[in-house]
C-alpha cells in the first residue's frame, strides 16, 4: 500500500494550499484504526512529521507549523487532508503522508514552493 499525495504548488509568502493523501488502497479497518500524519523533508534534511491526527481525531503539531496548518481526515474516503495558511518560505519542502509509525511504503510525495 502506498498514499498518493497531490495538492502542492508553487505559492507566494502568506498564501494557501491544501495537500489531499489518498490510501484507498488500504482496508477500511487499518485506515481507521491508525493515526496518521503528514510529513515533509526539505532539500539535504530529514523527513520530519509536521501533523498527525489520531483515530479519534485528536490532533498534533509541531511548533513550527502550530496555529497555521489544520489536519483532518476523511474514513469514508480514507483521505488524510492538510490545510496549510500562513505560508512562508521555511515550509518549503516535499510533503509526504503515512502512517505515524511509517508503516507503509512511502510514496512520491508533493512539492511544496513557498516564494519570499
Known amino acids: 500500500v502506498r498514499p498518493v499525495e497531490s495538492g502542492g504548488g508553487l505559492v507566494q509568502n502568506g498564501g494557501s494550499l491544501r495537500l489531499s493523501c489518498k490510501a484507498s488502497?488500504?482496508?477500511?479497518?487499518?485506515?481507521?484504526?491508525?493515526?496518521w500524519g503528514w510529513y515533509r523533508q526539505a532539500p539535504g534534511k530529514q523527513r520530519d512529521l509536521v501533523a498527525e491526527i489520531t483515530s479519534s481525531r485528536t490532533t498534533n503539531y509541531a511548533d513550527s507549523v502550530k496555529g497555521r496548518f489544520t489536519i483532518t481526515r476523511d474514513s469514508t474516503r480514507k483521505m488524510v487532508y492538510l490545510q496549510m495558511d500562513s505560508l512562508k518560505p521555511e515550509d518549503t519542502a516535499v510533503y509526504y503522508c503515512n502512517t505515524v509509525t511509517g508503516s507503509l511504503d512511502w510514496g512520491q510525495g508533493t512539492q511544496v514552493t513557498v516564494s519570499s
Open positions: 488502497g488500504a482496508i477500511t479497518s487499518f485506515f481507521n484504526s491508525n493515526s
